[in-house]
């Protein structure tokens, strides 16, 4: 029976049991996608990430429990450090084709700093239901592909969140699966930002530690505050901490990641 490597790495993090849980398989090749969805089922993490050599860079996909996905950061960040501390990776820079396009992940001391696009925010009116189901209306309210981006004015408002995520699955079903970002001013002199990610319409009522919605909050945040760099914290339950680089129509992501385990699927 085929089987296949999976490693288990708490990304965005430098402590085992925080940060966001990524599921990495390295394959050979492609496994039917019935198949690498079952698998991330299986294994109940937000992210189950998968890739294939190809030339001099790497094809990689994400899987949420429920749906294949367009982009997703801390899996990105976990499969590089799969392939520097694993797979006897010796460049400093990976390259990943992915349906979001080439991403890249950098060696920046003990960081891994990715390059992923903007995606910055419209001003919109929040569908109907979103601040009922949020539980506290937000202050400003923005639409950044499959995401709303909700801003609150405290930290404290953040954290005090406890959405109906019934009501919240419906409303995102409704708009294309789309997820919610709850952002407000970071409450610590060295926090600029932080941040939750609600997506109960992918499988996923509370999202860790998110590196893709940070495409969105790094340009809002980058331009609010007046500068390029930012020191970020996104306080979920297990939590996680990022650093930032608005670069126009490029962000810099950077954090760490260490192993929590290692093992073979059997299919």
Same mark, same amino acid.
């Given at each position: ?139 400003? /309210?923005? #639409?950044? =592909?499959?995401?709303? +981006? ?8 953040? %954290? @005090?969140? $406890?959405? *109906? ?70 306080? /979920?339950? #297990?939590? =996680?901490?990022?650093? +930032? ?8 992501? %950077? @954090?760490? $990641?260490? *192993? ?8």
């Amino acid at each position: 029976m085929p089987q296949i490597p999976i490693y288990q790495v708490d990304a965005f993090t430098a402590e085992r049991f925080t940060g966001n849980p990524a599921a990495i398989c390295p394959l050979e090749s492609w496994l039917p996608g019935a198949v690498m969805q079952a698998i991330a089922a299986e294994n109940n993490l937000a992210e189950t990430a998968y890739f294939v050599a190809e030339g001099d860079a790497y094809r990689l996909r994400w899987f949420t429990p429920a749906v294949e996905v367009d982009l997703c950061g801390h899996a990105t960040l976990a499969s590089a450090h799969v392939l520097f501390r694993h797979l006897g990776y010796t460049d400093d820079t990976i390259r990943f084709e992915t349906r979001s396009g080439t991403l890249t992940v950098t060696r920046d001391g003990d960081l891994l700093a990715l390059d992923f696009p903007a995606r910055p925010g419209t001003p919109v009116d929040l569908p109907a239901g979103v601040a009922e189901a949020m539980g506290t209306p937000p202050l400003e /309210s923005y #639409r950044a =592909g499959g995401n709303f +981006l909700l801003v609150y004015a405290a930290q404290a408002d953040v %954290a @005090g969140l $406890a959405p *109906d995520f019934r009501a919240l699955k419906q409303i995102g079903v409704a708009q294309d699966d789309a997820g919610f970002i709850a952002t407000a001013p970071g409450g610590e002199s060295d926090i600029d930002f932080v941040s939750r990610y609600f997506a109960p319409s992918h499988g996923i009522d509370e999202d860790p530690v998110t590196g893709s919605t940070h495409c969105t909050l790094t340009p809002y945040w980058s331009q609010r505050l007046g500068k390029p760099a930012l020191t970020a914290r996104q306080i /979920s339950a #297990r939590g =996680g901490m990022l650093h +930032l680089i608005d670069r126009g129509g490029r962000i810099g992501i %950077a @954090g760490r $990641a260490v *192993d929590y385990l290692q093992g073979v699927i059997t299919v």
